[in-house]
């Protein structure tokens, strides 16, 4: 037996974290003995999104270990404890809280520092950087006083923290140096582009500025003196002016670092000390420092494979970017200030739109060399393809940023990508990667993306794999059949746009029109909601029993047994003590099970079809109605107690969860619906795990829209903030109607919301902005659910007619003998098939 | 030995949907597509489910058989054979039918 080596990992950010996860991967794992020091209190997160934070997102939602990833794979980690000092003679490596381990390999992943300019005062009070999760609590806690926030540094780290300073409600200044933002990716047109845009969102942009002094403000805490005597009073100065690799601990062991700093390594990311490696933004390659997570996540796998003894090299990486920054599009591809001798320069410049498009192109107009794109980046897969895999250009390389105004597409299809062609950056996947996983039988999205990763980090190349999977499915024969089912070549959508274009009423007209073959239990329920939605029928008409699931048939839910249980509505969870006793004596006579929902309901169990139409008369005569909870329908509006009674609440979340259950009550959408409202950030009322989440706060209601509980759990997104009640119901109907409109059938918000493509920017961009001028007839639609709203209980007792079907036999007054109940805890329950045989049967009457 | 027993009229029948009689302690599920003017007469028991509740289930075809799907887990079985589509080892009851002035009769193996 061999004895293990030890293998050292200092740091736990993104890099750091990428790296072991790479490492237990590959079987040389088994070699070592893994323990990696951490120096933040906790393990490594999303820097990238870091100001996801104050939209909503938790420390926990931006981890990037997964639980118990250490335990597992038996990583030992120090958390909280910073490595201080590296003795390369005795190979150890010794921490400040005194853990002093001894390494055969040792792998720096120390990262970077924000670099803060030595302006005399850049150490004042609410003078902060962007850089940890403890860096935005404390932009948090000045933002709770200040009223004004500035960011040195209109780069891409100092534009997202302008983005997270606007987010705090403060008014946001941006201070560059350069003459124009974004200097290192944008030439001067796209950099006034973008400025345009930004400052349109109510962000003040200085450029050309030098802060020469931070000192006393009189209406602020700080007030900035630039070179050329300005002043701006300021209470939060936020440093983002660009990084520094932190080298010191190489430096103190003398290895060979940088004349301006970062660790020097090879093409193995091997130190000048062959057992150290340094990766990510600590280390110096060819006298370049790259400050993005993609080479970063280059050199971990470089270094993975140089200690599996496999021949691996780091030789560069392509710095292009795609990115949002306040909801503005930018990119920058290669070569973006045309140095390259002999480039040509394309440009495009829509002052409506605020689009800057650029295109680099070598001199025989055959090769990209180079893109900028502001405004607009949806070109960025192609044009990034054309460069990386020098793709041949069209004939005019210009029909590339011009906008497409006939239907022939110029974009670069998937089919000319070669093998070799890395569509994911962020994990490095290749299309010959996607093609095999394809192949290998992954014929979903979701599912090319946990196998392969791809689309999982910064999610810019999501378009891409989908048309990727798309040609190939198609190359393969498979035909991507999208028909809801043998007896319609439509998809739900199609017959949704169908039934409402040419307004057909009936499923025999549908059948008859568009459909073949007799229908299933695939078509007729799917139909008979679209019939619903559309035209809000009774759905117990003739024409539409036979097209609804059983629990829709006799509006109650199936049990195990075949009996059905009844959960009347009760909006918002308000009832009163009488309407409780009602509720009670009904169950009491009727000898049922009864329990609380997680909707905040009841739910009473054990009713035979023929107890249903007498339960429900004296549930109607005590003044209750159906709760829906049978159908694909809106289901419950749960709420908090709110400002009514709680000390904390902020406003009354009882009253909004009642006026929006009774609003939507009785939508049958494509599947179940359920609302919940808090009455403060406390968020009692678990509004962020619901399809549709609204939090109170002082500035008004927050709407969370497309979380679920569930078997796969998702947390709502935030959609809008400080909202009046006119413009949140609003939102919601548009919500809902899109959603009801153009959702899959049996498809959740949460998943529809995904496989849209453009994702929760599209939604709200057809929400919010109506880009598809479809608003007012989304809203019109819903408004026709809402006048046409019945009890379908009401309706069903008072028509002799429909009654007759709820008997278990057309031809005897017998109850089905199947259905047997025994006693637990003082209530019925269905007897198992032991009980049935060997015990004393409780028939229930 | 078969006799063919009324069991209902033609108007307690619920038109492409099922209803259930009880016939000699049997609980048979009849379905009634008025366009054929079939009705099939099938076992209410669903096996898998072990429940009598398979008349309450969706008709409809697949692959031109005329099918229930169980409302409990949505096997489908055929109307005509008895056989489930998702596990053949499965065959239900079925019986033949006919209608004799607006009477719904089965015959029933005694």
Redesign the interface.
């Known amino acids: 037996m061999s004895i293990k080596k030890t293998l050292v990992v200092i740091g736990n950010g993104m890099v750091g974290q990428h790296f072991l996860v790479n490492l237990v991967n590959n079987p040389i794992k088994e070699d070592y003995n893994i323990i990696t020091f951490c120096e933040e209190p906790r393990a490594a997160y999303d820097r990238v999104h870091l100001s996801a934070f104050f939209s909503g997102k938790t420390a926990e939602d931006l981890s990037l270990v997964e639980p118990g990833f250490f335990e597992q794979h038996g990583i030992t980690i120090y958390m909280g404890d910073k490595a201080a000092k590296i003795c390369r003679d005795s190979k150890t490596v010794t921490s400040e809280k005194g853990h002093s381990i001894r390494y055969d390999k040792l792998v720096l992943a120390t990262g970077s520092f924000p670099f803060v300019p030595p302006v005399p005062g850049h150490d004042r009070a609410q003078c902060l950087v962007y850089r940890t999760i403890e860096d935005l609590e404390a932009m948090q806690a000045a933002a709770k006083t200040g009223k004004v926030g500035v960011v040195v540094g209109g780069g891409l780290l100092g534009l997202e923290a302008a983005n997270a300073l606007k987010d705090l409600g403060l008014q946001t200044h941006v201070v560059e140096f350069a003459p124009r933002l974004m200097a290192v990716q944008l030439d001067d047109a796209g950099g006034a582009m973008l400025r345009t845009k930004i400052e349109a969102l109510g962000v003040v942009v200085h450029t050309g500025k030098n802060t020469s002094l931070i000192t006393d403000g009189e209406q602020c805490v700080n007030k900035m003196c630039f070179a050329d005597g300005e002043e701006l009073e300021t209470d939060i100065v936020l440093f983002s002016a660009g990084i520094r690799p932190r080298d010191d601990i190489a430096r103190d062991c003398a290895l060979e670092v940088g004349p301006r700093g970062g660790i020097v390594i090879n093409n193995q990311c091997q130190t000048s000390d062959p057992n150290i490696y340094a990766i990510g933004e600590c280390a110096l390659w060819n006298g370049m420092i790259y400050g993005l997570v993609a080479p970063g996540y280059a050199m971990a796998r470089t270094v993975v494979a140089d200690l599996a003894g496999n021949e691996a090299s780091f030789t560069g990486a392509d710095m292009s970017t795609k990115l949002k920054l306040m909801g503005v599009d930018v990119a920058s591809i290669g070569d973006a200030h045309a140095k390259t001798p002999g480039a040509l320069v394309y440009t495009y410049q829509n002052g409506d739109t605020a689009v800057y498009k650029r295109l680099v192109v070598s001199q025989d107009k055959k090769q990209l060399l180079g893109a900028v794109l502001v405004g607009d980046a949806s070109g960025y897969g192609t044009l990034l393809q054309y460069c990386l895999n020098g793709i041949q250009l069209p004939e005019n390389p210009d029909a590339l940023i011009l906008p497409s105004r006939s239907d022939e597409s110029v974009g670069l299809g998937p089919d000319a990508l070669p093998v070799s062609a890395q569509i994911c950056s962020c994990y490095d996947v290749t299309k010959g990667e996607i093609c095999k996983a394809i192949d290998a039988g992954c014929t979903s999205l979701d599912g090319l993306k946990s196998e392969t990763k791809a689309a999982t980090g910064c999610g810019g190349c999501a378009a891409l794999l989908k048309s990727v999977l798309n040609s190939e499915l198609a190359k393969q024969g498979y035909e991507v059949n999208t028909d809801l089912c043998?007896?319609f070549a439509y998809t739900r959508q199609d017959l949704y746009t169908l039934i409402r274009v040419e307004q057909i009423k009936t499923f025999a007209d549908l059948l008859a029109r568009y459909g073949k073959?007799?229908?299933?239990?695939i078509?007729?329920?799917t139909v008979g909601s679209i019939l619903a939605s559309c035209w809000n029928d009774y759905i117990l008409k003739?024409e539409h029993?036979?097209?609804?699931?059983?629990n829709d048939?006799?509006l109650a839910n199936?049990q195990?047994?075949?009996t059905y249980s009844i959960v009347p509505r009760i909006a918002g969870g308000e009832i009163s003590p009488d309407m409780l006793i009602a509720l009670g004596q009904v169950g009491k006579k009727y000898k049922l099970y009864t329990k609380i929902t997680g909707g905040q309901r009841v739910d009473l169990f054990g009713a035979r079809?023929d107890q249903l139409p007498p339960i429900w008369k004296e549930l109607i005569d005590a003044g209750f109605e159906s709760g829906h909870a049978y159908g694909k329908s809106l289901r419950t509006v749960k709420s908090c107690v709110g400002s009514t009674w709680c000390r904390y609440g902020v406003d009354d979340s009882v009253g909004l969860a009642i006026e929006l259950e009774n609003r939507y009550k009785g939508l049958r959408s494509p599947h179940k619906i359920k609302f919940a409202v808090s009455g403060c950030t406390r968020e009692c009322a678990e509004a962020q795990g619901k399809d549709v989440g609204i939090i109170a706060t002082e500035n008004g209601w927050n709407l969370y829209v497309c979380g679920n509980g569930g078997m796969k759990p998702r947390h709502a997104d935030l959609f809008a903030t400080g909202l009046d009640k006119a413009t949140l119901i609003q939102y919601i109907d548009r919500f809902l109607s899109f959603y009801v409109r153009s959702a899959d059938r049996l498809q959740r918000t949460s998943v529809w919301m995904e496989n849209m493509e453009g994702g929760l920017d599209y939604l709200k961009s057809v929400v919010i902005e109506d880009k598809l001028g479809l608003c007012e007839q989304l809203e019109q639609q819903m408004q026709t659910v809402i006048d046409t709203y019945q009890c379908e209980w009401k309706t069903t007792i008072e028509d002799e007619s429909k009654l007759?079907?709820f008997r278990?036999?057309?031809?005897?007054e017998?109850t089905?003998d199947?259905?047997v109940f025994v006693e637990e805890r003082g209530q019925i329950r269905p007897a198992d098939?032991q009980e049935r045989k060997h015990f004393k049967l409780v028939e229930v009457a | 030995m078969s006799t063919w027993q009324s069991v209902c009229q033609l108007g307690d029948l619920q038109p492409d949907s099922g209803v259930c009689v009880l016939v000699s302690g049997l609980q048979i599920a009849l379905f009634y597509m008025p366009q054929e003017s079939t009705v099939y007469a099938i076992s209410n028991y669903d096996p898998i489910g072990q429940a009598n509740v398979l008349s309450r289930g969706i008709i409809g075809d697949i692959k031109g058989q005329p099918v229930v799907a169980s409302p409990l887990y949505k096997q489908h079985f055929n109307l005509i054979t008895g056989v489930c589509l998702e596990d053949e080892t499965i065959t239900l009851p079925v019986h033949p039918v006919r209608i004799e002035h607006g009477c719904v009769q089965i015959s029933v193996k005694e």
């Open positions: 043998e007896h073959g007799k229908g299933c239990e078509c007729k329920p003739t029993t036979p097209l609804q699931d059983t048939t006799y199936m195990k047994d075949g079809v007759k079907r278990h036999f057309v031809n005897s017998q089905d199947n259905v098939e």
